[in-house]
């Protein structure tokens, strides 16, 4: 079982910078792709990222592809989420979660994730 902990949401203007952090509990954390999704307001959840176990392969949904960049330190057992040119629409909770299966790649979809964090929130003013 892993518990994640996401934090470095808050409140920034458009065209600002956030950097987002998950945290996960588990051993065998490093096995795992790990995927950054976001709920926004009256919306259902969507995916945003997605980094595999080895390769460190990344997955971007198109609407924040070239803004956002996805990444982790497995000796930190830490996944994070760089987001530049953050703009109004990008105000969701930001949620992360680690996939069902071990050693699957980045190209995965929602359901293919079992465990998820709280999620934080983002706000960007326009």
């Known amino acids: 079982q892993v518990t994640l902990v996401e934090s470095g949401g808050g409140l920034v203007q458009a065209g600002g910078s956030l950097r987002l952090s998950c945290a996960a509990s588990g051993r065998t954390f490093n096995s795992y792709t790990i995927g950054w999704f976001r709920q926004r307001p009256g919306k259902e959840r969507e995916f945003v990222a997605a980094?595999?176990?080895?390769?460190?392969?990344?997955y971007y949904a198109d609407s924040v592809k070239g803004r956002f960049t996805i990444s982790r330190d497995n000796a930190k057992n830490a996944v994070y989420l760089q987001m530049n040119s953050l703009k109004p629409e990008d105000t969701a909770v930001y949620i992360c979660a680690q996939h069902r299966v071990p050693f699957t790649t980045a190209q995965a979809q929602q359901a293919d994730f079992g465990s998820w964090g709280q999620g934080t929130q983002v706000t960007v003013s326009s």
């Open positions: 980094i595999s176990w080895g390769l460190f392969n990344a």
